[in-house]
């Protein structure tokens, strides 16, 4: 099947720093790419999200980037706190209907 | 407004045994997809189905199938369990591209 490659597969900040997490994708057809982040006994949680018609999304301390001519997005969090810290996966849509692809996670460790 | 939620939380089977997991969506929303969590793998689409017709379907054996009923809720199904089956299975409801995922259900075999 199609695929979404994330990296880093695991990134350490210190409290203030800023991370970025990459991922590329190869799914012409995906148009819309979301960012779950995931703690530890608990489902994803739908953070940011990005449609393809958009080229950037922020909120608050997240912000998302898209280049469909390459077929990349990144996730960047400015300030982070250790409450940060969890997996963060990126997902592409596949061709038709809701279903995602997901990217293997970020292990994000943010220490005081 | 209430989330998803997944039935069992918790479940232990032994090898060649079948196993069927719940999915109560969001109210109002109509598709729920479902997907395999494991170390290895990762998280991995299994399918998605939508008014009560499955609409995209993973890159997984037979052995799992599943369906959804008039009110939204789905259940999946797994025969003839293997070891390699054990995984957290984890529901998810869209009413649009957003999905919400459930706590999951974690599946042990023995």
């Known amino acids: ?112 | 407004k209430a989330g998803v939620t997944q039935t069992p939380r918790y479940l232990i089977k032994t090898r060649g045994q079948q196993v069927t997991l719940s999915c109560s969506p969001i109210s109002g929303h109509r598709s729920v997809s479902w997907y395999q969590q494991t170390p290895g793998q990762g998280l991995q689409f299994l399918f998605e189905y939508f008014s009560e017709t499955q609409r995209n379907k993973g890159n997984f054996p037979g052995r799992f199938s599943g369906r959804q009923f008039s009110n939204s809720r789905s259940e999946m199904n797994v025969s003839t369990l293997e070891l390699g089956d054990s995984a957290l299975y984890l529901c998810a409801s869209s009413l649009d591209f957003e999905q919400f995922f459930g706590p999951g259900t974690r599946l042990t075999v023995l």
Do not use: M
Request: net charge negative; proline share 4%; hydrophobic share 30%.
């Open chain 1, 1 to 112: 099947g199609e695929n979404v490659e994330q990296h880093p597969s695991t990134l350490s900040v210190q409290e203030g720093d800023s991370a970025v997490i990459k991922c590329t994708y190869s799914d012409s057809a995906s148009n819309y790419f979301p960012w779950y982040k995931q703690e530890l006994g608990k489902g994803p949680q739908l953070i940011i999200d990005i449609r393809s018609n958009v080229g950037e999304k922020k909120d608050q301390r997240i912000a998302v980037t898209l280049n469909k001519t390459a077929k990349h997005f990144s996730l960047h969090i400015t300030e982070t706190q250790p409450e940060d810290s969890a997996v963060y996966f990126c997902a592409a849509s596949i061709n038709s209907g809701y279903a995602l692809n997901f990217g293997k996670g970020t292990s994000l460790l943010v220490t005081p």
